[in-house]
């Protein structure tokens, strides 16, 4: 149980010691420094512990925000101030401080001691979290006006509707915004109330999202209206996880595994249902499914991509980011662009509609469209900035990029090589060959026919070409398109060699194979932004690289028959999820895996 220290005279009358334990504090009581210092070695190293003034005025929701939240391991709001584990050698030593210092000795003038360890935290350089309070109150009155002025600033504002306000994102989708999260909201704090926890909720989203892609596989009229409902009950959930989180500040490791990957593993398995149904009804959409897998993975490559590119560069500014600010202050300019770039709720009520009222062709044709445009606008939009603006790229930018590239032993050795001769080459050479050497591989499988040994031709040639994309730091104004390059060079050719096989079981093997290179893909992005790095380099060579995949599916092709190839690519899609999902089953569980809540593309 974490405990809060009350330090200073108590006041009369005043709720702060009942409002803490309303938020699972266990109370201790201080007079001044020299005393909360001996409580505060009481407190094992591992627990959270707060140090509150008891003179303290406020919401109990400013509170559960600075004293709460998992996410930072110190955090401090006007009157309070908390450490987690990982923050309690820097608390101890500034409560030492102000022990020695002889301040603490009495706590009747105007800066209490929590607020006097903050300012000893920030000026030891220590990152404290100080939460954005809005229309909160949370402060330490010096006299009885200015209490009762407090006093009346709590009761102006609704303390349950600013927490139900804070739960719905700030930044959200049309769709999302005005038909979801209305209810959504009540529904979370339904959750909270009965104890139920974002994970739960989380996986009941995933199984509605199954058991519509089961409804959708039974490829009848019946099974789509069914199936459609569910996925926008699912979406339902899934909108209603998030809030729950943000609620009841409920974050975790696992929690931030599960969220990170299971709204990729619902929409690709409704495809699958999708493309099953249409097989039972005599329709083959394989290649329209796993054609929407491809495009929809690329376009999240490339806003992880150019997010990170430009995550920490300096001088980033560039007169089409100004442009779009202009439009952002125009009200109906924000909800239009929002809407154009198809975020996950306009998608899945596209796709919820489509499955109910159309065949699952056209539900793939529809959201191949929309992908297609959206991804054009998006990418368009960013190139224009990335050649506009006059942004310095770090170190950390090019190591990011180059784990997204993903880049395997065969491609690392070519980069390798060349690292000298390419540092004199123009600096749009890592996108442009990239691009080159994935469109030559991709239209070689797709044009060549199954079985020739052109695709592996072009597959030793784009080993060569990927290799010289990654063979300096990638840095150049447009080097973050280099891995969304690379993704659609490698899930082209799977989809292209299989669809020329012409054999049942062909384009459903393709796309379970896509489907565990993706996730291997989305676990790296997650690992990146919560700062723990790339996957382990075995695992990377363990799976081949990129270059490895994509050589080893033309050798396959030219090698074998076309039902031999089929087995091959399940035997092999098969090798990469076991190997790619234990080792991520294991880096999430591990104690050690960052508390990482991406708030993602507009929901």
């Known amino acids: 149980m974490p405990t809060a220290i009350l330090t200073g005279q108590p006041v009369p009358g005043s709720s702060i010691e009942g409002d803490l334990r309303s938020l699972g504090f266990e109370v201790r009581t201080a007079a001044g420094a020299a005393e909360a210092g001996t409580l505060l070695a009481e407190v094992p190293a591992d627990q959270r512990v707060a140090v509150v003034d008891a003179r303290f005025v406020g919401h109990v929701h400013a509170l559960r925000l600075g004293l709460t939240d998992p996410r930072f391991p110190l955090a401090a709001v006007p009157g309070a101030v908390t450490a987690q584990g990982a923050g309690r050698q820097a608390l101890t030593r500034a409560v030492a401080r102000e022990n020695s210092s002889g301040t603490g000795a009495t706590l009747v003038g105007v800066e209490g001691l929590p607020d006097r360890i903050a300012t000893a935290l920030d000026s030891d350089g220590t990152d404290v979290h100080r939460p954005e309070l809005g229309s909160l109150v949370a402060a330490v009155p010096a006299d009885p006006q200015a209490r009762n002025e407090a006093r009346q600033a709590v009761d102006a504002v609704d303390d349950e509707a600013v ?61 789509f209206v069914a199936a459609g409902v569910l996925l926008l009950f699912s979406f339902v959930l899934d909108c209603t996880d998030g809030q729950l989180a943000r609620y009841s500040l409920q974050y975790s490791t696992l929690g931030a595994w599960l969220d990170a990957t299971f709204d990729r593993a619902k929409e690709y398995a409704y495809y699958a249902g999708l493309a099953l149904g249409a097989a039972r009804g005599g329709d083959d959409v394989w290649a329209l499914a796993l054609g929407a897998m491809v495009l929809q993975t690329c376009r999240h490559v490339v806003d992880f991509s150019f997010n990170e590119a430009n995550h920490d560069a300096t001088a980033n500014t560039s007169p089409t980011a100004a442009l779009s600010d202009k439009l952002d202050s125009v009200g109906w300019t924000v909800w239009v662009r929002r809407m154009i770039v198809l975020p996950i709720g306009e998608r899945w009520a596209m796709i919820a509609v489509l499955t109910a009222v159309a065949t699952p062709r056209i539900t793939f044709c529809a959201l191949l469209a929309g992908c297609a445009f959206a991804a054009t606008y998006t990418t368009a939009g960013r190139v224009l900035r990335s050649v506009t603006r006059r942004a310095r790229r770090t170190d950390r930018a090019a190591t990011a990029l180059a784990d997204l590239a993903d880049s395997g032993p065969l491609a690392q050795a070519v980069a390798k090589a060349l690292g000298g001769p390419a540092r004199g080459l123009p600096g749009f050479t890592a996108p442009a060959v990239a691009l080159l050497g994935g469109a030559a591989v991709v239209a070689t499988a797709a044009l060549t026919g199954f079985g020739g040994p052109w695709t592996l031709v072009a597959a030793l040639g784009y080993t060569l070409t990927s290799g010289l994309a990654v063979a300096c730091p990638l840095k150049g104004a447009l080097d973050w398109l280099v891995p969304p390059f690379l993704r659609a060079a490698e899930y082209g050719t799977v989809l292209a060699l299989a669809a020329e096989a012409e054999v049942n079981g062909a384009l459903p093997a393709a796309f379970g194979l896509v489907a565990a290179v993706a996730y291997h893909h989305y676990d790296t992005v997650y690992r990146i932004r919560g700062n723990a790095g790339a996957p382990p380099t075995w695992l990377v060579r363990a799976i081949g690289g990129h270059e490895g995949r994509t050589l080893a599916v033309a050798v396959l092709a030219a090698l074998l028959t076309a039902s031999q190839f089929t087995l091959a690519l399940t035997v092999l899609a098969v090798a990469v999820a076991v190997v790619v999902l234990v080792e991520s089953i294991r880096f999430w569980a591990s104690a050690g895996a960052p508390a990482v809540h991406d708030e993602g593309e507009p929901a």
Do not use: E, H
């Open 163 to 223: 927490r139900l306000k804070s739960a719905v994102k700030a930044r959200d989708g049309f769709f999302t915004t005005f038909f979801i999260s209305p209810y959504s909201r009540y529904l979370a704090r339904w959750c909270a109330r009965r104890g139920l926890t974002p994970n739960q909720v989380t996986t009941a989203s995933l199984l509605t999202a199954l058991i519509a892609a089961g409804c959708a596989a039974t490829g009848t009229r019946g099974g």
